[in-house]
């Protein structure tokens, strides 16, 4: 066992993740990261404890993990000790929001149906905010809030009202909140509003008081029909459901994942439109950009972008969107993905994702190179 434990140790090492493309005798070479699964992350869970459908993924100011997944999505089969009589030993769904230490090792869980009697139906999304707190959306047919807990779970803040949508100009009502971010500095929660409504809306992140908020290209956002995404046509002046995630860089930019249109658009705080960036935009279905983080050197310099669709995480210089590699490919092996669909970075530079549909799981891949300087 000791001996085919190291074997396995080897290949993962000699796996490649990192694609970087070949430099021209022109362009000066970029450092590209270099990452290489874990396949021991995270340990197995406690009380025959399994996941269903990993829909969120957060790191914290310890570098603890954060993953909420839909125990609703597990299979008979998946949950076969629940059942009366019992199919099978093992499993039971674990609670919706688990917190792991950085070696993998599970520190605490709660969360899941009834916890709380807005919680989501279908569970999107996890952020732990500058003090600590924990917060979830959610993406199923009536769940138009977000939900702000302390780390152990208690209940602390609504923002939005369960099964009551109003349109992406609304000023107090959600539709369907994918994904969110916040300032700390400034006390504001962003939030990627999301699979019924097309902007990006701010808040109060104490009170829950509404601020500002914005569609694609900082316009005010509209829900009409959209024409389908054709890859090289006219960009579209609007967000296509779903606005699938929202980051706040150091300097000040959020970064918004408009997922279906293949594209990162990036503002300023105030929803002023900087700039935008196109990937793998022959992707068509469900698109290339569904989450992104950047990575921790002092520029954040590289931004890092999960694709559901094509199966990888992009590697793309911050300043352009130029594709500097890419790590995964389609697959259930370790490193692999199956529709992998958030990713978080920890201090160190470690990339963590969580895969739905029938991907039911969450990775780590070790940066085994220096970061930037």
């Known amino acids: 066992m000791r001996h085919a434990t190291r074997a396995l140790r080897a290949a993962v090492a000699a796996f490649a993740l990192a694609l970087a493309p070949p430099a021209t005798a022109d362009d000066p070479p970029r450092p590209v990261p270099q990452y290489q699964v874990d396949p021991f992350w995270p340990k197995p ?27 609703r999505t597990m299979t008979e089969d998946e949950r ?19 917190e792991f230490d950085p070696d993998g090792n599970l520190v605490q869980a709660w969360g899941g149906p009834g916890h709380h009697p807005s919680w989501p139906e279908n569970e999107h999304g996890i952020h732990i905010d500058h003090q600590g707190n924990v917060w979830i959306a959610g993406n199923g047919a009536n769940d138009h809030v977000l939900l702000k807990f302390a ?18 100009n609304d000023t107090e009502r959600l539709g369907r909140p994918a994904d969110v971010d916040v300032d700390g500095e400034a006390n504001e929660i962003y939030v990627a509003d999301g699979y019924g409504n097309r902007r990006v809306v701010v808040f109060d992140a104490n009170t829950g008081a509404y601020r500002r908020h914005w569609g694609a290209y900082g316009e005010r956002p509209a829900d009409g029909p959209v024409p389908a995404y054709q890859p090289g046509g006219e960009p579209a002046r ?11 860089a150091r300097d000040g930019l959020v970064y918004v994942c408009d997922r279906v249109n293949d594209r990162v658009q990036v503002f300023r705080k105030d929803g002023t439109f900087v700039r935008e960036f196109f990937l793998a935009r022959d992707t068509l279905g469900s698109g290339s950009v569904w989450d992104l983080d950047f990575l921790p050197d002092a520029r ?21 969107g130029s594709v500097l ?9 370790a490193g692999h993905f199956h529709w992998v669909h958030n990713l978080a970075v920890d201090s160190r530079g470690n990339v963590f994702t969580t895969e739905v549909d029938t991907g039911k799981r969450a990775q780590r891949f070790r940066l085994v190179t220096q970061l930037p300087r």
């Open 238 to 248: 609007t967000f296509r459901n779903p606005v699938h995630c929202v980051r706040l």
């Open 300 to 320: 954040q310099s590289v931004l890092l972008t999960a694709d559901g669709s094509n199966n990888q995480v992009w590697m793309l210089a911050r300043e352009d």
């Open 151 to 168: 780390r152990d779970g208690r209940f602390l803040l609504q923002i939005g009202r369960h099964r009551e949508t109003g349109g992406s």
């Open 325 to 333: 590699g890419a790590f995964g490919r389609h697959g259930r092996n």
């Open 45 to 71: 869970l406690p009380n025959r404890w399994e996941i269903g459908q990993a829909s969120g993924v957060a790191t914290d100011a310890r570098d603890h993990v954060w993953v909420v997944h839909r125990p």
């Open 80 to 98: 076969g000790a629940t059942l009366n009589p019992p199919r099978s030993a093992c499993c039971v769904p674990a609670p919706s929001v688990l």
